[in-house]
């Protein structure tokens, strides 16, 4: 078999998994189903520019569009759940391309490998449909793979954040800079907020769309673009292991999320690629990363169809 038909037959299983766990919800996004769009400007501060020929990282800004969402499939679930939160943003490149980068508020994934996920899925089914909270599935999935077991906690432990603007996200898989010449470096991207990281004291009474509201009142928001550049060894190709807190990090930039975006309905049809890159990155050995095109463009293509 190609290694684009298996590409293309495990996304198709991921996102029926996901389905059969989360169910179908017709015309929106098979994960991060709610989210709300905005326009920003990315300023970068010339950091990178040793180290990579993107041409966003160098010195001029660039104009670009962010979607923060909650990470559910369903598109009604309440801002005041313990979850995960997106930062999508999309760079609007001068010469009419984009680049687009993809982050969450863990640092870590929960499996290594596509395959991995279907197996952490179905755990995670099993142990719904017998409404065991000891969830003796998915403790025999970390018993299996034990480098799950820090995102596990992490996500069972997650905070409800004040704001999406006081939330810091990561990219979770490592990238691949490469500078002018040749040489290539392993990163790993943050972003940290200017206002600071802040948990919710008292979020019973918030609406469902809380975060929303919140964010309308705040803007503008910001938030530093942190990189951290891996020392030979780190694994680059399991997005389960974070690399040592001690590693070099470069303040490369800062985005200013400036108001709601007027075309919302245009930008949720969109799709947010973490594997759109531009000369100057390139995608890790992370087969995680490599699969996610794909499985976005199933999603894309059953919400698209109305399904
Ligand atoms: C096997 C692994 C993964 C699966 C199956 C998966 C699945 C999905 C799906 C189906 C979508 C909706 C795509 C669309 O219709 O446009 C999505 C969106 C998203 N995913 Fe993943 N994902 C995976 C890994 C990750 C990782 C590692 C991150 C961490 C950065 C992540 C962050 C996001 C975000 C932020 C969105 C929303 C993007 C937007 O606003 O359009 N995902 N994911």
Redo the contacts with the bound molecule.
Sequence with gaps: MSSELAKSQISST??DS?ENLKGTHQGF????AR?FVYEAVFTPNGAAAPFTTAPHLQGEPVRATV?F?H?DANPHAADNDHAVR???TKFHLADGTNTDL???SVER?V?AT?ED?VEFIKAAKADTDAQDPSVPHIKSFVGAHPTVGPALVAAKTITVPVSYGTTQY????AFLWRDASGAVRPVRYSWIPEAGIADASDSASWTPHHLTEELRDRLPVSFVLRVQFGEPGDPTHD?TVAWPADRRTVDVGRIEITKEAPDQEHWQA???D?TALVDGIEPSDDP??A??ST??A???DR?SHQR
């Design positions: 991921i996102v996901i996004r098979r994960a991060h989210g979607r969402s990470t997106g930062f999508a993809v982050m969450v994934f499996a596509p996920f990561w990219a979770i898989h997005s969109q799709v947010f973490p995680v990363l699969a996610r499985i976005y199933v999603s894309f919400r």
